[in-house]
């Protein structure tokens, strides 16, 4: 459409996913490694560490400051805010349709979670209902111990950004400068949840869990996905997976009858980097 696009990318995540990097460039855009030399807080943040990992949170403040000083720029962010969850709930809407289809309801709604829109875009139609009392329905977030936001955090006002350019937001939160290990599903490695999810985790009705950074259980889960579906997921959706695997363990184990819906996100086939590090694939 003719429109530059400038896209600033974790630094930890820009080193390795190479093909992914080549493809955005084919369509036109450009890319930079955050933090990167074209803002000040990057600037300011390889000054410190010439080779810092760079975070979610970083990637926003740069993008902010570079729109806000560049006419006519407009900055896109496509997880946290609520209206891109409120956008994204027609996953959920047409996953009602499609249980309503298949005459069946869900007793567990499983996404993955780091900043929200994957989940709260399954989620929230659902939840609404509930609150609504017109369903009874139980969601559980799958995280990274990299950042347990929902697991540890605290529900307070704080900042979307590193850089302190955003509003304050109501969030579940680990704090807007908090350090958080590279994992290869890094858009799980947000330092905050999303407001939506942030109130629902508050009332009560999302429950949350993390797993290990060294991420080989949640790899394991998404190989045993790609050969009985044979759909290679994103790293991301792999810890939905292994989130639904465990609970319908443990339904077996009681004896339970558990009807538990994952939400993928997307396809894993740019991402056989982290497949081949995480399951020792030669």
């Known amino acids: 459409m003719e429109l530059d696009c400038m896209v600033f990318w974790v630094r930890a995540v820009y080193k390795w ?86 005459n069946d309801e869900p007793d567990l709604i499983v996404g993955c979670l780091g900043g929200g829109s994957n989940f709260g875009g399954i989620a929230l139609p659902f939840a609404g209902e509930v609150l609504q009392g017109k369903r009874e329905c139980e969601f559980l977030a799958a995280q990274s111990e990299a950042a347990p936001n929902l697991v540890k955090g605290e529900y307070k006002y704080d900042f979307g950004d590193v850089a302190e350019q955003t509003p304050l937001l109501k969030m579940f939160t680990l704090g807007h400068r908090k350090e958080m290990e590279p994992i290869r599903a890094d858009g799980l490695r ?35 996905f790609f050969q009985s579906e044979g759909w290679l997921i994103a790293p991301e959706s792999s810890y939905a997976v292994r989130a639904g695997v465990d609970e319908a363990l443990q339904a077996d184990k009681a004896g339970e009858e558990k009807v538990i819906c994952m939400n993928i996100s997307g396809h894993g086939f740019l991402d056989i980097e982290a497949y081949r590090d995480k399951l020792g694939i030669q």
Not at 190 to 214: D, E, F, I, Q
């Open 190 to 224: 947000y330092h905050a949840a999303a407001p939506l999810v942030s109130a629902l985790r508050n009332r009560g009705l999302v429950k949350a869990v993390s797993y290990p950074t060294n991420e080989k259980a949640v790899f394991e889960a998404a190989r045993m």
């Open 17 to 102: 996913k190479t093909d992914r990097r080549t493809f955005m460039k084919l369509l036109g855009a450009t890319v930079h490694a955050s933090p990167s030399k074209e803002t000040k807080i990057g600037s300011q943040l390889l000054t410190r560490d010439s080779n810092h990992q760079g975070s979610l949170g970083i990637a926003v403040s740069e993008g902010l400051e570079y729109a806000a000083q560049h006419e006519g720029s407009v900055y896109c962010l496509g997880s946290v805010l609520n209206h891109v969850l409120i956008q994204q709930s027609i996953i959920g809407l047409e996953t009602i349709e499609q249980f309503r289809l298949a």
